[in-house]
C-alpha cells in the first residue's frame, strides 16, 4: 500500500506539470504570406524600374522571413517543452512498470481467492500504459481497498495524454507551417535570383559593396551604449534570410544577437520582439531602443541623433539609416 502510494505521489507531481504547460498558440502573423507575381523587366529597363522590382520583391520575401523566423521560435520552445515534460515522467513510467507488477500480483492472491481465470489473465497480460488504464476499472472485481488510488492514476494518466497529444499535434502543425513557409521563401529567392542579375547589369555586382573601415560606435553609457556598440560592429555585414550572426543577419536576428550579447534573451521575430518588450513612445527614444516598421514586419536598433542600424534585405549589408527611412510604426524598449 505505501509503495502504491509513493509512486501516485510521483504521477501527481509530474501531473501538476503537465497541467501547468503553457502551450504557445501561433500568432495570426504566422499564416503563410502570398507569394508576389514573378516581375520581368524588358530590355533597356530603366535603373529605376530595376530598383523598384527589386525592392517589391525584397518586401515580399521579408514578410515571410520573418514568420519562418516566427514559427522556428515557437517550434523550438514547444520541442522545449516536450522534452522537459518527458524527463518529468521518465519516473512516473518506470513506476508504471511496478505498478503492473503489483497488480499482477494483487490478481494472483484474488485468482487464489476464487477470482476468475479468464479476468486475471486479460487484465495482467496489459502490455502499454494505455491498455493498463483501459483495464483498471477490472481491479474493483479483485482489490476493492485500492480503488481510490486506481481512480486517481486514471484520471492523471487521462491528463498526461491529453495535454502529450496536444502537444505533439501542435509540433506538427508548426512543422508543416515550417515546411510551407521554407517552400515560399525558396520561390521568392527565385525571383530574386532573376533581379539580382538585373542588378548585376547596372551595378556591375548583385550585392551592395561596402567598405572594410566603419565609423566606430560612439560612447555611451548602460546597457544601451554596449548594444549600439555591438550594432555599430555589425556594420557592413550582409542580410542572410534567418540569420543571427555572427557572419550574417536579418533584421530580427541582428536585434536578438545584439541583445543577447548583454544578457537579454529575445524571440528571433520582429512582433514577437515588440510584445516581449516595454511599449514607449517616439520622445522616449534613447540609444538602444527599437524601432517597428511595416506593421512589425521590420525592426532596427536606434542609435541616437535621428539613425538607426539595421539589416535592411536582401542584396544590402547591415548599415546606419535615418529613423524615418520608412514611416516608424511603434517603438520599444527590452
Not at 521518465?90 to 481465470?117: E, F, N
Not at 521563401?185 to 542579375?197: C, P, R, V
Request: with cysteine; glycine share 6%; proline share 5%.
Amino acid at each position: 500500500m505505501r509503495t502504491a502510494r509513493k509512486w501516485l505521489l510521483r504521477v501527481a507531481v509530474v501531473s501538476s506539470v503537465v497541467a501547468g504547460l503553457a502551450i504557445p498558440a501561433l500568432s495570426a502573423s504566422a499564416a503563410p504570406a502570398s507569394a508576389s507575381p514573378v516581375l520581368t523587366a524588358p530590355t533597356g529597363s530603366s535603373l529605376a524600374s530595376i530598383q523598384k522590382q527589386i525592392k517589391d520583391q525584397a518586401t515580399a520575401l521579408e514578410k515571410i522571413v520573418e514568420q519562418y523566423d516566427g514559427v522556428n521560435t515557437t517550434l523550438a520552445k514547444n520541442q522545449a517543452t516536450e522534452a522537459a515534460m518527458q524527463k518529468q515522467l521518465a519516473p512516473t513510467l518506470a513506476s508504471l512498470d511496478t505498478a503492473r507488477k503489483q497488480v499482477g500480483s494483487i490478481a494472483a492472491v484474488a485468482y487464489m481467492d476464487g477470482g476468475s481465470l479468464s479476468t486475471m489473465s486479460a487484465f495482467v497480460s496489459s502490455s502499454s500504459t494505455q491498455d493498463l488504464a483501459n483495464r483498471m476499472t477490472l481491479l474493483s472485481q479483485v482489490a476493492s481497498l485500492r480503488q481510490d488510488e486506481i481512480a486517481s492514476f486514471q484520471r492523471l494518466t487521462a491528463t498526461y495524454q491529453t495535454e502529450k497529444q496536444k502537444l505533439d499535434a501542435l509540433i506538427a502543425a508548426e512543422n508543416a507551417q515550417k515546411k510551407s513557409l521554407a517552400t515560399q521563401k525558396a520561390t521568392i529567392n527565385t525571383k530574386l535570383a532573376s533581379l539580382y542579375k538585373l542588378r548585376t547589369q547596372a551595378y556591375g555586382r548583385a550585392q551592395e559593396a561596402t567598405s572594410s573601415s566603419h565609423p566606430a560606435a560612439p560612447y555611451l553609457p548602460g546597457r544601451g551604449g554596449k548594444v549600439v556598440a555591438f550594432a555599430y560592429a555589425q556594420l557592413g555585414k550582409p542580410y542572410v534570410f534567418a540569420a543571427d550572426g555572427p557572419g550574417s543577419y536579418d533584421c530580427s536576428g541582428l536585434v536578438e544577437a545584439a541583445y543577447r550579447s548583454v544578457g537579454v534573451s529575445l524571440p528571433h521575430n520582429a512582433a514577437m520582439q515588440y510584445h516581449a518588450i516595454s511599449h514607449i513612445s517616439r520622445s522616449q527614444l534613447s540609444p538602444g531602443d527599437l524601432v517597428f516598421y511595416s506593421n512589425l514586419g521590420h525592426v532596427a536598433i536606434y542609435i541616437g541623433g535621428g539613425m538607426v542600424i539595421h539589416a535592411p534585405q536582401p542584396g544590402e549589408v547591415v548599415k546606419k539609416a535615418s529613423v524615418n527611412m520608412m514611416t516608424p510604426y511603434v517603438y520599444g524598449r527590452p
